[in-house]
């Protein structure tokens, strides 16, 4: 095969088509263009093989024919390299390919050169060396300045990535920190203050046993167990806004179906879910539900409620419908607050509620 | 009586033992956690067993556990459990099947220490007491709640959830300063609007009252 040829073939795809196609190129569906450049290719080809024809029957001698042979695969690299630079798209990234292409074909035509002294003449230093660094340099040198402002692009999109990957994995720490420290203030509530309390009041009754007979140091007793009593109460009702109790202690399915049975309607609960939960996913999901469910009775008037709990892929979905009258705002205030405290979680809540027919409240929870 | 004492704050532990031991009852162990509590039960056979519901280490719920398993043992002990916080799911799951001698207590009805005292025998005679608070979640009126219990007098449900606490007649009439008959002729009615099989047995009529409560709510 000819020298010339080649490289042609490597570099334009359309080149290869066209050459199994052969003639009936135009009919196979090439366009004008790409079928005159296959046969520009094969004119190549035969002008080659036709020179080297007649240096054969001119008695050979000096390989001049070679000279030609570089001249046309220039002539055919210039013509590939021009169309793959005019395929990329438009702006810089073309007139960098274009550089590159003239770099391309100079450093071809000064090594094919070279190559052809060595073999013809026998030349002894590679002194195409400099010139070739030199194209190389002024290459890179203007793609540099050409694309500098799409690397810091790429650079700045993966700088802003590693951000917010950070940014979210510190949310869900913080979220979930701060989850797990309300559940230790409402055990120190319960287990730490309110036992004192309680220890209180029950030396303060057995004190008031032995004054029974001193009525007015009695009745401060009394009243000093009477104010014991109601800090105890508060102490209780603070404990259960910051975490029910039954959510802390055993959980979401045991919460749910406490407060289920407190609301008295007839609420099927439908419970699959089978990995363990993070503090802030389970007080997250309860919620949910203890709105869901208080919407359903003081809002919807709904005869029925139903709540769903399913593990899916990587999170809880959480669902709650009732058969009640629909029509519920998204943007309640109640919903609202739902709606900041399961996307802290990253996670979705939607309300299902057209007029008449009954309201759903779904929550997807990440479980991480 | 002899009791056993389940309770992780020494302060309050200290103070029941002192105040048992005040009223001539016989505390023949004190322990911190679950395990301890069924090998001092096994060990000392009480008649009672005092039970905070929280206990270390993970303070959840292992006091109501181990009150349980104790009376799957040994179905003669008494059980007084102290809850900080009033749980229907936890009275439903320690009464099961059988009230005698089964105590829900919140811990602070610690303070008034003559009804606590009166509690603590009642429950090691095999009575039953319940605490007022889980009545009152029972009978809150809810929407879907039966329509039986909306028919019933205010008189009658004051009884009704004195009777859900596990008194007795002379008792109910007592705190509502009427006299007996009176009493009965009101349980007789609540009977008869609730369609309650009727009995003369304390704990299972507590039994009766608080199943009717639980299917109704």
Same mark, same amino acid.
């Given at each position: 095969?000819?020298?010339?040829?080649?490289?042609?073939?490597?570099?334009?795809?359309?080149?290869?088509?066209?050459?199994?196609?052969?003639?009936?190129?135009?009919?196979?569906?090439?366009?004008?263009?790409?079928?005159?450049?296959?046969?520009?290719?094969?004119?190549?080809?035969?002008?080659?093989?036709?020179?080297?024809?007649?240096?054969?029957?001119?008695?050979?001698?000096?390989?001049?024919?070679?000279?030609?042979?570089?001249?046309?695969?220039?002539?055919?690299?210039?013509?590939?390299?021009?169309?793959?630079?005019?395929?990329?798209?438009?702006?810089?990234?073309?007139?960098?390919?274009?550089?590159?292409?003239?770099?391309?074909?100079?450093?071809?035509?000064?090594?094919?050169?070279?190559?052809?002294?060595?073999?013809?003449?026998?030349?002894?230093?590679?002194?195409?060396?400099?010139?070739?660094?030199?194209?190389?340099?002024?290459?890179?040198?203007?793609?540099?300045?050409?694309?500098?402002?799409?690397?810091?692009?790429?650079?700045?999109?993966?700088?802003?990535?590693?951000?917010?990957?950070?940014?979210?994995?510190?949310?869900?720490?913080?979220?979930?920190?701060?989850?797990?420290?309300?559940?230790?203030?409402?055990?120190?509530?319960?287990?730490?203050?309110?036992?004192?309390?309680?220890?209180?009041?029950?030396?303060?009754?057995?004190?008031?046993?032995?004054?029974?007979?001193?009525?007015?140091?009695?009745?401060?007793?009394?009243?000093?167990?009477?104010?014991?009593?109601?800090?105890?109460?508060?102490?209780?009702?603070?404990?259960?806004?910051?975490?029910?109790?039954?959510?802390?202690?055993?959980?979401?399915?045991?919460?749910?179906?406490?407060?289920?049975?407190?609301?008295?309607?007839?609420?099927?609960?439908?419970?699959?879910?089978?990995?363990?939960?993070?503090?802030?996913?389970?007080?997250?999901?309860?919620?949910?539900?203890?709105?869901?469910?208080?919407?359903?009775?003081?809002?919807?008037?709904?005869?029925?409620?139903?709540?769903?709990?399913?593990?899916?892929?990587?999170?809880?979905?959480?669902?709650?419908?009732?058969?009640?009258?629909?029509?519920?705002?998204?943007?309640?205030?109640?919903?609202?607050?739902?709606?900041?405290?399961?996307?802290?979680?990253?996670?979705?809540?939607?309300?299902?509620?057209?007029?008449?027919?009954?309201?759903?409240?779904?929550?997807?929870?990440?479980?991480? | 009586?002899?009791?056993?004492?389940?309770?992780?704050?020494?302060?309050?532990?200290?103070?029941?033992?002192?105040?048992?031991?005040?009223?001539?009852?016989?505390?023949?162990?004190?322990?911190?956690?679950?395990?301890?509590?069924?090998?001092?039960?096994?060990?000392?056979?009480?008649?009672?067993?005092?039970?905070?519901?929280?206990?270390?280490?993970?303070?959840?719920?292992?006091?109501?556990?181990?009150?349980?398993?104790?009376?799957?043992?040994?179905?003669?002990?008494?059980?007084?459990?102290?809850?900080?916080?009033?749980?229907?799911?936890?009275?439903?799951?320690?009464?099961?099947? *059988?009230?005698?001698? $089964?105590?829900? @207590? !919140?811990?602070? #009805?610690? +303070?008034?220490?003559? %009804?606590?005292? &009166?509690?603590?025998?009642?429950?090691?005679?095999?009575?039953?007491?319940? *605490?007022?608070?889980? $009545?009152?979640? @029972? !009978?809150?009126? #809810?929407? +879907?709640?039966?329509? %039986?219990?909306? &028919?019933?007098?205010?008189?009658?449900?004051?009884?009704?959830?004195?009777?859900?606490?596990?008194?007795?007649?002379?008792?109910?009439?007592?705190?509502?300063?009427?006299?007996?008959?009176?009493?009965?002729?009101?349980?007789?009615?609540?009977?008869?609007?609730?369609?309650?099989?009727?009995?003369?047995?304390?704990?299972?009529?507590?039994?009766?009252?608080?199943?009717?409560?639980?299917?109704?709510?």
């Amino acid at each position: 095969m000819s020298q010339p040829a080649r490289p042609s073939i490597e570099l334009s795809p359309a080149g290869s088509a066209s050459r199994r196609r052969f003639m009936p190129a135009l009919a196979a569906g090439l366009s004008i263009g790409q079928y005159i450049r296959s046969l520009e290719r094969r004119l190549a080809f035969l002008t080659a093989a036709l020179l080297a024809g007649i240096w054969a029957l001119d008695g050979q001698g000096y390989f001049w024919p070679a000279w030609a042979w570089l001249g046309l695969g220039v002539l055919v690299l210039i013509e590939s390299g021009a169309g793959w630079a005019w395929a990329r798209p438009a702006g810089a990234v073309r007139r960098v390919a274009c550089v590159w292409t003239i770099v391309g074909v100079a450093a071809v035509i000064l090594v094919c050169t070279w190559l052809l002294t060595w073999l013809l003449a026998g030349a002894k230093s590679f002194w195409p060396a400099w010139a070739l660094l030199g194209l190389a340099t002024s290459g890179s040198a203007y793609s540099l300045v050409a694309l500098h402002d799409r690397v810091l692009v790429a650079y700045g999109r993966r700088a802003l990535r590693a951000r917010i990957d950070m940014l979210t994995r510190t949310r869900r720490q913080a979220v979930d920190a701060q989850a797990a420290e309300l559940r230790r203030i409402e055990r120190d509530l319960h287990d730490g203050v309110q036992a004192r309390l309680v220890a209180l009041t029950l030396q303060l009754g057995r004190a008031e046993l032995r004054v029974e007979d001193q009525p007015d140091v009695r009745q401060l007793i009394l009243d000093a167990q009477r104010e014991a009593h109601t800090a105890i109460a508060e102490l209780r009702d603070l404990a259960r806004g910051i975490v029910p109790p039954l959510l802390a202690d055993r959980g979401l399915v045991a919460a749910v179906e406490s407060l289920a049975a407190r609301y008295g309607l007839g609420t099927s609960i439908e419970a699959d879910t089978h990995r363990s939960l993070a503090p802030a996913v389970e007080s997250a999901a309860y919620f949910v539900i203890a709105e869901a469910l208080t919407n359903s009775v003081k809002h919807a008037h709904a005869q029925r409620t139903w709540v769903q709990l399913k593990d899916e892929y990587r999170e809880l979905a959480v669902l709650v419908g009732d058969d009640g009258r629909g029509g519920a705002d998204p943007q309640g205030a109640g919903l609202a607050g739902l709606r900041a405290r399961v996307e802290a979680l990253d996670g979705s809540l939607r309300v299902h509620s057209s007029t008449g027919a009954g309201t759903v409240l779904e929550a997807r929870l990440p479980c991480g | 009586m002899r009791v056993v004492i389940a309770e992780d704050l020494a302060l309050l532990r200290e103070g029941l033992v002192a105040l048992l031991r005040e009223n001539d009852i016989e505390v023949v162990a004190q322990v911190e956690d679950a395990p301890a509590l069924l090998r001092a039960i096994a060990g000392h056979e009480p008649d009672l067993a005092i039970v905070d519901v929280r206990l270390p280490p993970t303070f959840r719920d292992e006091g109501l556990l181990a009150a349980i398993e104790a009376r799957r043992r040994q179905p003669a002990l008494s059980v007084l459990v102290l809850s900080q916080y009033v749980e229907t799911a936890y009275a439903s799951e320690l009464i099961g099947d *059988d009230s005698a001698g $089964i105590g829900y @207590l !919140l811990k602070e #009805r610690v +303070g008034d220490v003559k %009804a606590f005292l &009166d509690a603590l025998h009642r429950v090691a005679a095999g009575g039953t007491v319940v *605490d007022r608070q889980v $009545i009152a979640q @029972l !009978l809150a009126p #809810r929407d +879907g709640s039966s329509e %039986a219990l909306s &028919d019933l007098t205010a008189r009658e449900r004051d009884v009704l959830a004195l009777m859900a606490e596990g008194r007795s007649n002379t008792a109910i009439a007592e705190s509502l300063v009427v006299t007996p008959g009176a009493v009965e002729k009101h349980i007789t009615n609540i009977f008869a609007k609730l369609d309650l099989p009727v009995c003369d047995d304390d704990h299972r009529r507590v039994l009766a009252v608080l199943a009717y409560l639980r299917v109704s709510g």
